[in-house]
C-alpha cells in the first residue's frame, strides 16, 4: 500500500522559512519521480514542484520559482521541500504525490498545513 506522510508545516511570517518532509512507502521511492502540489481555500490545487527519480532534475511552478527547493533522499525514502521567503499567498495545505508535474492523481497524502501571517 502507498503511503506519503507529510510534516513540517506550520505558522511562519512573511518573508519566513520551513522545511516540509514527505516520508514515503509502499512502492519503489528510489525509482519514481514525486511532486508537491498545494491547496488553498477557494482556488484550485495548484503543482509546486517535480523532481525526478535520481534528483538530477527539478521544475517549478512559477509563482514558487526561485523561493523552493526540492529535494529527496532515497536512502530514506523521504522528499523534500525547502521554502524560503514565503508570502500571504503560499498559506496552503502542501501534499507530496507520485510523478513529476501537475494536479491530477488519487494518491496523496494527508497534507501538511502552511499559513504565512503576520
Known amino acids: 500500500e502507498v503511503q506519503l506522510v507529510e510534516s513540517g508545516g506550520g505558522l511562519v511570517h512573511p518573508g519566513g522559512s520551513l522545511r516540509l518532509a514527505c516520508a514515503a512507502s509502499?512502492?519503489?521511492?528510489?525509482?519514481?519521480?514525486m511532486r508537491w502540489i498545494r491547496r488553498a481555500p477557494g482556488k484550485d490545487p495548484e503543482w509546486v514542484a517535480g523532481?525526478?527519480?535520481?534528483?538530477?532534475?527539478?521544475q517549478y511552478g512559477d509563482s514558487v520559482a526561485g523561493r523552493f527547493t526540492v529535494s529527496r533522499d532515497n536512502a530514506k525514502n523521504t522528499l523534500y521541500l525547502q521554502m524560503n521567503d514565503l508570502k500571504y499567498d503560499d498559506t496552503a495545505a502542501y501534499y507530496c504525490?507520485?510523478?513529476?508535474?501537475?494536479?491530477?492523481?488519487?494518491?496523496w497524502g494527508r497534507g501538511t498545513q502552511v499559513t504565512v501571517s503576520s
Open positions: 509502499g512502492f519503489s521511492f528510489s525509482t519514481t519521480a
Open positions: 523532481i525526478v527519480a535520481g534528483g538530477s532534475i527539478t
Open positions: 504525490g507520485i510523478g513529476f508535474k501537475g494536479t491530477a492523481g488519487n494518491t
